[in-house]
């Protein structure tokens, strides 16, 4: 099965910065010729809904939530198996567990997809 480890959360002031890391590992039991697709970042806050936040797809195209747009920057290695998420300016209102999604796809026996999701890094920020 597909192992992702999620690091980098803590707690830092209004201002501050932070930079998680996942990285991704195994893959889908039963498939072979796997590959890991979009990788993205999603935070849920305490009463909220889980949202979306930033992702990157393989060409290295990437995409943000408006919230984070201009202060967050996601990129990943050469090798595609992490994902990381630089933040500042972090604010109060980015206090939030932060989990790591990453597309598996595998073609043998058939193609098959899944998404496999990190336990959460929780990211608070003070004033």
């Known amino acids: 099965q597909v192992q992702l480890v999620e690091s980098g959360g803590g707690s830092v002031q209004a201002g501050g910065s932070l930079r998680l890391s996942c990285v991704a590992s195994g893959y889908t039991s039963g498939y072979t010729y796997c590959t890991y697709d979009m990788m993205s970042w999603y935070r849920q806050a305490p009463g909220k809904e889980r949202e979306f936040i930033s992702a990157i797809d393989t060409d290295g195209s990437t995409n943000y939530a408006d919230p984070v747009k201009g202060r967050f920057t996601i990129s990943q290695d050469n090798a595609q198996t992490t994902v990381y998420l630089q933040m500042n300016s972090l604010q109060p209102e980015d206090t939030a567990m932060y989990y790591c999604?990453?597309?598996?796809?595998?073609?043998?026996?058939?193609?098959?997809?899944?998404?496999?999701w990190g336990q959460g890094t929780l990211v608070t920020v003070s004033s």
């Open positions: 999604k990453v597309e598996v796809i595998c073609l043998k026996p058939r193609p098959n997809k899944e998404d496999a």
